[in-house]
């Protein structure tokens, strides 16, 4: 399904509706325990490989309880199969738009925390990796049987990746998220023990702009 131009180009309506939700991203992101891990350096090729892109850090969140009650919609981001679960905001009764959330990738495991508006059948929402910085835009609409579908794009809209997902019913499971994350997560901490750069804190949401 195509999402409207105009709704993806309107960076400035987009920010503005979801930072009501960056206070929540925080508070979410406190209340999360933070699984870290880091992935240290070669000192001996540091000089060799200065020009090369940084070795990446990873940090990920953890399903929050909060949102197990939520409405849940299954499907894919890109190729990724993802879950989402996503429900009205209820901390401010004068925001009657509001919604949030997390998806996670069954793959890996991943949980993405989001944070948005849902007007009428429209969706747009910013989500965050960490619950600091906001890591991409949301925009999607819903059809007629509650089905999700748009695209999902880096902070300065680009990237475009479409998603399709559609609700999951009443009583029935989700996807399981891959055996292999558990492992993962397991060992993640290891290089942080030994002097790696740890990701363990939350300092103040940024949009990376």
């Not at 998806?103 to 495991?109: E, I, K």
């Not at 997902?165 to 029935?172: E, F, I, M, Q, S």
């Amino acid at each position: 399904m195509q999402v409207s131009t105009s709704k993806v180009s309107n960076v400035a309506r987009r920010h503005g509706a979801a930072s009501r939700g960056l206070a929540w991203l925080a508070a979410a992101a406190m209340a999360l325990p933070l699984a870290a891990c880091a992935v240290g350096g070669n000192m001996a090729n540091g000089a060799a490989n200065a020009s090369a892109a940084p070795a990446p850090v990873h940090s990920s969140l953890k399903p929050n309880p909060e949102f197990a009650g939520f409405p849940q919609y299954v499907g894919t981001l890109g190729k990724r199969p993802i879950v989402m679960r996503l429900g009205a905001k209820t901390d401010d009764p004068d925001d009657k738009s509001g919604v949030h959330g997390e998806y996670q990738f069954t793959d890996t495991g991943e949980v993405i925390l989001i944070a948005g508006d849902r007007t009428g059948p429209t969706l747009e929402a910013e989500e965050s990796n960490d619950g600091t910085h906001i890591t991409g835009n949301w925009v999607g609409t819903f059809a007629a049987d509650g089905a999700l579908s748009g695209d999902r794009m880096e902070v300065d809209d680009s990237n475009p990746q479409p998603f399709d997902l559609k609700p999951l019913a009443a009583g029935a499971s989700a996807p399981a998220v891959s055996a292999a994350h558990a492992a993962g997560a397991a060992t993640a901490a290891t290089p942080a023990e030994k002097g790696g750069h740890a990701v363990g804190g939350v300092g103040n949401l940024v949009t990376g702009e």
